[in-house]
């Protein structure tokens, strides 16, 4: 993500919110990671909750608040009004260490032990909805940085300035499959009406921007970073679009850029060539991706496994 910036510098104190409140899904806080928790069970699926044991309540801009619906009648377990346990640390900014990619948050070290009457565990991502995770644009989260700057960016808009031209979404056009040993690729929808020509952008790698070192645990599974030069590190793991998906090839059909668009440095995937509808689509890594995992290479360019050049 291009830029999702640690708000604890960038937003002001606004409003505190209480443990169990519903948070509108505008990803403009990276510390909120911490603190809230995909609600599968919610009918309309749209909402995140925050975690009663990790808030951070200051730091919380009033914009993101919504009036939350009345709450359900709580389990007869339940005490008393001011739910159990907020005593916790309330920071745990890191997630588990060493947690695998897809695994939830909220259970890393910080939260304590809980009651019984601890949130149910959190799903891995493919178990959650993908087209929820698919749905995130750059006008939610990318430009939110440039906003608070009051700079000329305007998500798309600026965007577009950048491509000379109209946006175009592809997250409609594309689709997650199975795809064997590498997991959940890519691909094109079948049902394309026309190929995605080589100038049109396929789109922005999405995600939150953190420190490449420091606050290095807040990375405990680089399946999903995007090295930006060194100096910090796009994190896909939770704030993402479908360009997370892409998987390896080393004969790619989709290119990696980094680009400046307003005062962001974001990382473009632009077509090596007209794709086809059906297609899968590939970026490359990079040799050190799968040196740093210890992972070989599966795809077709020559025989697998191997290190990609
Ligand atoms: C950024 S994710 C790509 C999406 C991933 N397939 C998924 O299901 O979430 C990168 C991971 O996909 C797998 N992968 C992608 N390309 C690969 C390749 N060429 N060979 C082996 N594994 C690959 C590896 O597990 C890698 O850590």
């Given amino acids: 993500m291009f830029l999702i910036v640690d708000p604890a510098e960038r937003f002001p104190i606004v409003e505190p919110i209480e443990p169990g409140e519903r948070i509108m899904e505008n990803m403009e806080n990276v510390k909120a990671l911490d603190a809230i928790r995909f609600v599968p069970e919610d009918p309309d699926y749209e909402n995140l909750i925050v975690e009663e044991h990790v808030i951070k309540k200051e730091r919380w801009p009033k914009k993101m608040l919504y009036q939350a619906p009345p709450a359900p009648p709580a389990p007869s ?19 588990g260490g060493g947690q695998e990619s897809g695994k939830g948050r909220g259970k890393g070290p910080g939260s304590g032990s809980q009651p019984s009457t601890a949130p149910p565990p959190h799903k891995s991502e493919t178990e ?20 608070e700057f ?8 600026c965007y577009a ?14 689709e997650l499959r199975e795809a064997g040993d ?22 922005q790698y999405l995600g939150e921007l953190v420190q490449a070192s420091g606050r290095g645990s807040r990375i405990a599974d680089y399946t999903y970073a995007f090295d930006l030069g060194g100096v910090a590190t ?63 290479c599966l795809c077709d360019a020559i025989p697998m496994p191997h290190m990609p050049k």
């Fill in 234 to 296: 796009v994190d896909a793991r939770e704030f993402v679009n479908y360009t997370r998906f892409a998987n390896h090839h080393c004969k790619p059909n989709v290119g990696v850029k980094m680009a400046m668009i307003g005062r962001r440095q974001t990382i473009l995937l632009q077509e090596n060539r007209d794709l086809y509808p059906g297609e899968r689509l590939f970026i490359h890594y990079g040799r050190g991706y799968f040196e740093g995992r210890r992972i070989f």
């Fill in 150 to 157: 009051g700079d000329q960016c305007e998500g798309d808009a």
């Fill in 128 to 147: 959650l909805n993908i087209a929820k995770i698919l749905r995130f644009r750059i006008d939610d989260v990318a430009c939110e940085v440039c906003k």
């Fill in 182 to 203: 590498m997991g959940l690729g890519l691909f094109l929808k079948d049902d394309l009406a026309r190929p995605i020509r080589r100038q049109e952008m396929l789109g």
């Fill in 161 to 174: 300035r950048y491509l000379r031209g109209p946006v175009r979404r592809f997250d409609r056009a594309v």
């Fill in 77 to 95: 377990t339940a005490p008393g009004p001011s739910t159990g346990p907020s005593t916790g640390p309330s920071t745990g900014p890191a997630t």
